[in-house]
């Protein structure tokens, strides 16, 4: 604890300062430099950029790049709303590398919080407040890299682009990233990019794995619409609009959509195989078997669902709405389903398939607004991720490497539609940790010691990279 508190007001030392980063071609000194890195977290986690308020992590970010001679350049389409674009130039010979994270974080219920959840209150080894997960490690990660690469000179072969975007978590107007790639994909066109999506197990000691996230499901959610005659509820009619409901959501929630594989869940699966008990061994092994298949995805499904998720497109029913009183029969009832898509899944099939599943015709499917295009997985075989997961044994020696899918959405599937290799990343927690207090959770929390080897990851990747060879 005592160190976590010397950080913590050595914070105030920098308030008016910036700490040197060496010469080009002299190693950083990392001790030195988690003082700013701490400072720059929890300065990022103190803004209240709750969606519809992102501008004011842009107003803290263009001040720290410009105060270094780092140009940024502002785009809105709503003024509460901004994103930001930085651009630090290389010699050309290479295409740009963008480093992108979102600036926005989901809602608070305040009193869910044993602290100030903008507070950003170091307490028992770590940072509390929200988005101290999602996604403000990955924005304060490629700042620090940023001030790191204009303060050290280091000559690029590539530009590195970074972009802090509003609108991951909720975008109704298409302020984000959809604005920057339909108004301004110029500013940010890039052979890769790198953000969010993937993250790193810890046992409590050490990290064990790492995940690249290269891969991720695409929501493609609908509603299901039951019809019937409406009445007065002492009267039982078989055109209950309930009844057919009820029956559909049952049918789609037990349905077992088929398996698929890509290139990214085959080698997770098989990588995830060699560091298992044998028991769980078998188990993944068993999937490529189709004489134990069935089995083996039975006992996922019960005792691992999210790896279960990542073998198929998922469905599962998340809201009921239905009636005016208790003695109204409803004359309509609607279920919502979140439905992630398998990369490459044809949804107009898909939803014939749930239509055929459910055979009745006094419910409909009725799709809703997709926010997400279809994008395919990034590649294993490119440089970009060679050098990720020669970067990730580096600094979390002995940890084993996997590719992986999210079962979640991110925006990186709008920039692998449009043909950037994206690949995830995120810091390192424990599963209870991940598990406890996550993304999105009712407290958030990230493990100080935790931080410095995230950062050292992000500019070890990008110096790598894009630095002149």
Not at 121 to 138: A, E, L, N
Not at 273 to 285: N, V
């Amino acid at each position: 604890m005592h160190r976590f508190l010397v950080l913590a007001l050595a914070v105030t030392s920098l308030c008016s300062m910036s700490a040197q980063a060496p010469p080009a071609g002299r190693p950083l000194d990392w001790d030195k430099l988690q003082v700013e890195i701490l400072e720059r977290y929890r300065a990022l986690v103190m803004l209240d950029t709750t969606s519809g308020h992102e501008t004011l992590a842009v107003d803290y970010l263009k001040k720290v790049l410009e105060a270094e001679g780092i140009p940024t350049k502002t785009f809105a389409m709503n003024p509460n709303r901004a994103n930001l674009v930085a651009r630090l130039k290389g010699n050309g010979s290479k295409r740009p590398l963008l480093i992108l994270a979102h600036t926005d974080v989901v809602g608070v219920q305040r009193e869910k919080w044993p602290v100030d959840p903008f507070g950003a209150v170091i307490k028992d080894g770590y940072v509390w407040g929200r988005g101290t997960k999602d996604d403000k490690p990955v924005l304060t990660a490629n700042l620090i890299t940023m001030l790191l690469l204009k303060r050290s000179g280091l000559q690029l072969d590539r530009d590195v682009i970074f972009l802090a975007e509003s609108g991951e978590e909720a975008d109704p107007e298409g302020v984000g990233i959809n604005y920057m790639i339909r108004e301004h994909f110029d500013e940010i066109d890039a052979e890769f990019a790198m953000t969010e999506g993937g993250g790193a197990t810890s046992d409590g000691t050490k990290v064990t794995r790492v995940n690249i996230g290269t891969s991720e499901k695409r929501p493609a959610r609908a509603r299901l619409v039951a019809t019937g005659t409406a009445g007065h509820g002492s009267v039982p009619r078989l055109d209950n609009a309930l009844i057919h409901l009820s029956a559909a959501v049952e049918k789609i929630g037990r349905w077992e959509p088929p398996m698929q594989w890509n290139e990214t869940t085959s080698a997770y699966f098989g990588l995830l195989a060699g560091i298992s008990t044998p028991e769980r061994a078998a188990i993944y092994k068993a999937l490529q078997d189709p004489a134990k298949a069935a089995d083996a995805q039975k006992w996922l499904r019960e005792h691992a669902p999210g790896e279960y998720s990542m073998l198929r497109t998922s469905i599962v029913p998340t809201m009921l709405k239905a009636g005016v009183g208790p003695n109204v029969i409803p004359s309509e009832a609607e279920a919502t389903l979140d439905i992630r898509a398998f990369p490459g899944e044809d949804i107009d099939k898909l939803y014939a398939a749930m239509a055929k599943v459910i055979n009745d015709p006094a419910v409909k499917i009725v799709p809703m607004p997709q926010t997400r295009p279809p994008s395919p997985a990034s590649s294993l075989e490119t440089g970009m991720y060679r050098v990720m997961r020669q970067v990730a044994g580096q600094i979390y020696p002995g940890a084993t490497v996997l590719p992986s899918m999210s079962t979640s959405a991110s925006d990186q599937a709008q920039l692998r539609a449009k043909g950037v290799p994206s690949y995830g990343i995120g810091p390192a927690s424990t599963e209870k940790d991940a598990l406890d207090y996550g993304a999105h959770g009712d407290v958030e929390r990230l493990a100080v010691s935790s931080l410095l080897p995230f950062v050292q990851y992000v500019w070890n990747v990008v110096t790598e990279v894009a630095g002149h060879k």
